[in-house]
């Protein structure tokens, strides 16, 4: 049996362990001050509080199995043997992902009652760091969209204001994280998927470096536009999962090589003298004068590190283009996949890239991936100038939910759906690993986020400057207002 408390212990509230940090419970497993069951029973209430108004986590494992796990956990614990870094933490997974005997509907009423035989390997191998897996979060169909609604499930709120949109397509990860649902969330980003919901609900999300956190089963393994990432409600934790997730598997064809115990280093680093750029300003991008000015002003605290703060962009021509036929022929090969019937049940953005899919030629695919290393050439010279470029996570605070997108900001009209998240899906095409952070708060209270993109392959770094710049500006994560409600 798990140790009981000492009686000189003050009881942990349930309240209090659904705000704490994931190294925080860790800790306190560790002390025996409290138990993975208790951690889950607190996480188990809060999401019978919250959810019903935020819908972030749309299936939730049975709850009998996940305290059998949770008192397995605690009682291996008892005779001395940790389970793992995620040793008893509840973390959800994206809808978009397999988990064996759980539904999985990929966010489409094509596959409303679809139940994997198997799990993907990153719910593989959070269970193996000894993670419960609490439930299965929000996204929009097959991920398609930076605002989280479906036929099935209905449309994921921002915590802090109900009316608006909690990003995507990782929408149900991020206002779980956000409202203490889960400490942890494993989310995908093609074109900001980890990065826009992170900035609209006040977490962190990190674009991991493309083969960083090998994906399994994937329909298209050569492709690195798409990734899995994790998300936190701060830098170290957000490491910490990435520790669990990342690392060679023998799985994929694409995969790095460095272990994935290297995110669990301490991740204290002087910067004294490192050049970082800010966004001047990208062309053709529209950005809330709001955002710009929250953004502009973190300048000031990275200088207190220490960095040398330049206002700089990199050149990055062609990002357009090359983004929107690269995701057009990835989803256009998954939707070929489907039979007649489901294909029919698609929502009309996935036909609109279907179409474009349609429409290339070998000749265009072939001169896209030209112009992509290109791009790729250009952003390595700008980053080996600047090893960090800091820019707004996104371009608007967080629309009216009721809405499938924008259709204009800022006096500039919106064609598709993807139009209003330039500032995201550009930096996707350059293989740059992308950190999201927390950078403040607009006049009516909606959270914002700035992205800091780092050298190719330097997730550690990005992951270094994100905590000190998280250190110096003081950021806490507050409580969202649903949490009161």
Not at 59 to 87: K, S, V, Y
Not at 303 to 309: H, N, W, Y
Not at 353 to 372: I, N, P, T, W, Y
Request: charged residues 20%; hydrophobic residues 40%.
């Amino acid at each position: 049996m798990y140790d009981p408390l000492p009686t000189s212990s003050p009881p942990v509230s349930s309240d209090s362990l659904c705000e704490a940090s994931a190294m925080t419970l860790l800790d306190l497993q560790r002390k025996r001050e409290v138990s993975a069951t208790e951690i889950l029973d607190a996480h188990l209430a809060r999401i019978e509080t919250v959810n019903p108004h935020v819908n972030a986590l749309v299936t939730i494992p049975d709850a009998a199995r996940l305290r059998e796990r949770a008192r397995t956990i605690d009682a291996r614990w008892a005779q001395g043997e940790w389970q793992g870094p995620l040793h008893g933490l509840p973390v959800s997974q994206k809808d978009l992902t397999a988990t064996r005997g759980v539904r999985t509907t990929f966010g489409s009423k094509a596959f409303e009652h679809h139940v994997p035989e198997h799990d993907a390997l990153i719910v593989r191998r959070c269970d193996a760091a000894g993670a419960l897996m609490i439930g299965k979060s929000n996204t929009p169909e097959f991920g398609a969209g930076s605002h989280t609604f479906n036929e099935v499930f209905g449309t994921t709120r921002n915590p802090w204001d109900l009316s608006k949109s909690a990003g995507g397509s990782s929408g149900g990860a991020a206002a779980s994280v956000a409202s203490g649902m889960s400490p942890l969330a494993c989310g995908s980003d093609m074109g900001g998927s980890l990065r826009n919901p992170a900035a609209w609900n006040g977490v962190v999300g990190l674009r991991p470096s493309p083969g960083r956190v090998p994906r399994a089963p994937d329909l298209n393994a050569w492709t690195t536009l798409g990734v899995d990432g994790p998300m936190a409600r701060n830098v170290e934790d957000t490491a910490l999962l990435l520790s669990a997730i990342a690392g060679p598997s023998g799985e994929t064809a694409t995969e790095l090589g460095e272990p994935g115990a290297l995110f669990a280093r301490p991740l204290q680093r002087d910067f004294r003298g490192v050049r970082v750029a800010f966004s001047a300003g990208l062309a053709g991008v529209r950005v809330d004068p709001e955002i710009e000015r929250t953004v502009r002003a973190q300048a000031s605290v990275f200088e207190s590190l220490g960095c040398e703060v330049v206002f700089a962009d990199p050149d990055l021509t062609d990002a357009e283009d090359v983004f929107r036929i690269e995701r057009a022929w990835m989803i256009g090969t998954l939707v070929q996949q489907l039979d007649a019937r489901s294909q029919a049940m698609l929502k009309p953005e996935i036909e609109d890239e279907c179409r474009l899919h349609r429409s290339l030629s070998a000749a265009d695919l072939g001169q896209m991936f030209v112009r992509k290393t290109a791009l790729f050439q250009r952003m390595r010279e700008f980053m080996n100038q600047h090893p960090f470029y800091v820019l707004p996570a996104t371009q608007m605070l967080p629309f009216d939910a009721s809405l499938r997108w924008p259709e204009s900001f800022m006096g500039q009209a919106h064609t598709s759906y993807i139009d209003w998240m330039r500032i995201c899906w550009y930096l996707s095409s350059t293989e740059s690993p992308v950190l999201a952070v927390p950078c403040g708060f607009s006049a009516t209270g909606l959270p914002i986020g700035m992205q800091i993109a780092g050298r190719y392959r330097d997730d550690w770094g990005v992951l270094q400057l994100g905590h000190a710049y998280e250190q110096a500006a003081a950021h806490r994560h507050s409580r969202p207002s649903v949490i009161d409600a």
